[in-house]
Every structure is written in C-alpha cells, then in structure tokens.
C-alpha cells in the first residue's frame, strides 16, 4: 500500500478526494483514491491513546503491517484483533471473542477501533465499535470493492443469526472512511465481480449515466483505470441518501434494491454465493417484479441481465427453490409489521417501495430466476 503511494509520489498533488457524509455532529468524511489509507491512518493514530485493527484475518496478512505502522506513526499503542474471514466474522461469537481481546488490552472509552478488510469485517469492527464500552469512535478501511462502495459507508453494523443476515446491529456512523484503490489491487476477481453488483445497484438508484458508462466498458478487474472513478460517484451517490435519511426512514430504503429476494437467495443458497452475486439475482427479480406489474418497460429487463453478465455476475440459477426463497423473505415481512416490502423500479434512477404486489408475484420472479432461455 505505501510502496504505490510514495511511488504516486505527490501527495500534494495527487490528494485523494473528500466526500462529506453530512450528519451533524455525526457527520465524517469518507475518503476516495490513491493515498486514502494514509490519510485515514495518519489521522487516527494522533486522535487516540490506543487503536485496535478488527481485520479479516487474510486481509491483515496483505495489508495488516502496513496499516499498523501509520498508525504507530501517529503515536498509538496500536493492536491488530483478528476477525474470521468473510461472512464468518458477522457472529456474536466472532464479537465476543474481539470484545475481550481488545478489553483485555485495556482499552478505554477514548480509544479507537479500526476495522480492515471487506464488508463482513467492516461490518463487526463497526458493530463492536457500536457496543463496546457502550459506544467508541471507529473508522472503516473497506478492502473490497462492495465494501467501499457500500458496506463501509453510512453507519450500519451487525453480525447475522443463524435465521438470517443483518438481524443483530447498530447504526453507528465512523469518524472517517478510507477508500483506497491500492486495496483492491489484491483483491480475488471473484469479489471484485461480486462488488460490481452493488455498484450496479448503485448507479441504477442513483447515477443512471454510470450504468452507460459500465455498459460501454465493462471494467473486467480492479486494475481497469475506471475504477477508481467509479469508487467515487457510488460513494457519493450513496453520501447523498445517507445524508438524507440516516437510519432508513424513507430514501435509505432503495438502497435495498435487489435485497428482499437477494438476502433470501443467499441465505437459502448456503454459500454457494457472494452477497453481490446474490443481490445481482436480487436485481433481476426486483425488475422482472416491476415489469410485471406494469411499472416498468422489459427493454430495461433485458439491458440489466445483459450488463450484470457482461460484468461476470449470476443472472438465473435453475437450483433456486422459489418456495424456500420466498419463505426465507418473511423475516423481512416480520420487520416491517407484516407487510411485503419491495423495492421496486420504475426505470433508471427512479426506485419505489412496493407493498401491494399481488399474491404469488414474488414467487413468479424466482420462477423467471430458474428459466435462463425465456430472456432471449
Ligand atoms: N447497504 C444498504 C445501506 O447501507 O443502507
């Protein structure tokens, strides 16, 4: 990570931009380009006594000493807590288990967590940052792509229960948020494919001239020289609703585009998907759902399937059981006081709740899902 900025040299010149998440008193900046994990670390390690880096543990063999020694620059008594890799670190047990280890390095109330490493990493450090101690400041250095154009950003932490994804968490904002594509640059393609989901997601809510752009050049890994760029308009894209709706009251919500179906896809699909390759299908559905019920024209249908293709990721699955699907999304019914709760298109940049989809149409959607040749 130092090595490509020193070699970029400039830091002067070549700043990384700044995107204000404006909240108030809890408002931050998150942090976009080349020099973005310097900034952040440099920052943190003079704003505190000690710092604890929760990092996905393969991440910190990548990135974990290089992160820890900017911090130790900045005068902290810095410690690295590793968290399991992947989806693996999102557990109470994962929580409990970092708790104790950073108490028992006897943190205090002042002290800052750092979480390092994709969304599920960003995810816990954020939540163990939300409970510890009844609350300290923490900021995020998201090393994956769906991290920094998603997860990352905007406050929301958790871990899962075995019934389903997301269901234990806080809102608890970071003081800062570093995007910095020389972690991506080690990134597996899968994940970085997986990330393009929720850049998709993304643009459709909210840049629909990023969705021309992706459909013109497809960016194939992360060393495709649009990435960086596109980091940035997802982040301020997603600056922007936050923003406006911290806690989803209303805006934050179409940020779930793609996720009722989506969520239920990967949980029933036990590992076999990414949570982006799960929201891509998510996506589909959610479009077939609004072309279905009359809210939007199929062209758009088949411009989506043929762009998430074109960007590597899963448009149908014949093992889908619509069935098991759609029973995995009652938890989500449960959530909004039993009512469905779909967020629906009605074409690009425009999303909408839907709450009076007719009886089966969710199922018809993962039906479409199984049935590859009907999209021709
Ligand atoms: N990932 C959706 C949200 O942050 O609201």
Known sequence: ????????????????????????????????????????????GKAAERVAVLADEAVAELHGDDVQDRLRDGGADVRLVP???GEGAKSLAAVEEACRHVIGRGFERGDIVVGLGGGAATDAAGFVAAVLLRGVR?????????????????????VDLPEGKNLVGAFHQP??????????????????????A???????IGDPELIGRLESDPPGDPDHPAVAEIVRRCVAVKARIVSEDEREGGARA???????????????????????????????????????????????????????????????????????????????????????????????????????????APRAAVEFLRRPLSRA
Not at 20 to 44: F, Q
Not at 175 to 196: N, Q, S
Not at 352 to 359: F, H
């Open 254 to 360: 179409q940020l779930n585009f793609g996720h009722t179906l989506g969520h239920a896809i990967e949980t029933e699909a036990a590992g076999r998907y990414r949570h982006g390759e799960a929201v891509a299908l998510g996506m589909v559905a959610a479009v077939q759902l609004s072309v279905e019920t009359g809210r939007c024209e199929e062209a758009l249908l088949h411009r989506l399937i043929r762009l998430l293709e074109a960007l590597g990721l899963p448009t149908h699955d014949s093992e889908l059981d619509p069935d098991a699907v759609v029973a995995r999304t009652h938890l989500d019914k449960k959530r909004h006081g039993g009512e469905d709760r779909y967020q629906l298109t009605l074409g690009l940049g425009s999303i909408s709740v839907a709450r009076d989809l007719p009886e089966g």
């Open 138 to 158: 923490w900021v995020a250095l998201p090393t994956s792509l769906l991290g920094q154009v998603d997860a990352a950003v905007g406050g929301k932490t958790g």
């Open 198 to 204: 929720e850049v998709v997601k993304t643009a459709w």
């Open 83 to 85: 968290l399991p890799t």
């Open 1 to 44: 990570m130092r090595a490509g900025h020193r070699a970029a040299g400039a830091a002067v010149l070549n700043q990384p931009d700044r995107i204000r998440v404006e909240l108030g008193e809890r408002g931050y900046d998150v942090i976009v380009g080349p020099g973005a994990a310097d900034a952040v670390t440099h920052m943190t």
């Open 175 to 196: 003081m800062a948020v570093g995007c910095d594509p020389a972690f991506l640059a080690t990134l597996p393609l899968r994940e970085f494919r997986a990330g393009l």
